[in-house]
């Protein structure tokens, strides 16, 4: 069965960065696309980038892409999340997913999901 535990989470200030890790584990985990996505309280999950699993093309929500960077290392089955010039609005729990058969923002066609980390901005 695949495994995915992020790491990386805390409390930052306004303006600053954070990188988050997803470590996979599993027999013959080889997924389309990993996955980042983010929840806030009272809000619905929402996306904010995925990776093609091969390939390193990246899909990035429009409120954070020109703020978080998506990377992997096939080798390790580690998936990164860059997060730079945080804000506020940024706090939230992230999760770290990964899709079988699908690509893209839809959190709905994602097989895999980790347990969460929590990221604090303070203003």
């Known amino acids: 069965q695949v495994q995915l535990v992020e790491s990386g989470g805390g409390l930052v200030q306004a303006g600053g960065s954070l990188r988050l890790s997803c470590a996979a584990s599993?027999?013959?985990?080889?997924?389309?696309?990993m996955g980042w996505f983010r929840q806030a309280p009272g809000k619905a999950r929402e996306p904010v980038g995925a990776?093609?699993?091969?390939?390193?093309?990246?899909y990035y929500s429009p409120t954070v892409e020109h703020r978080f960077t998506i990377s992997r290392d096939n080798a390790k089955n580690m998936e990164y999340l860059q997060m730079n010039t945080l804000k506020p609005e940024d706090t939230a729990v992230y999760y770290c997913?990964?899709?079988?058969?699908?690509?893209?923002?839809?959190?709905?066609?994602?097989?895999?999901w980790g347990q969460g980390t929590q990221v604090t901005v303070s203003s």
């Open positions: 997913a990964a899709a079988d058969g699908y690509c893209g923002l839809d959190p709905n066609h994602y097989n895999y």
């Open positions: 990776i093609n699993w091969s390939r390193g093309i990246t």
């Open positions: 599993g027999r013959a985990f080889s997924p389309i696309c």
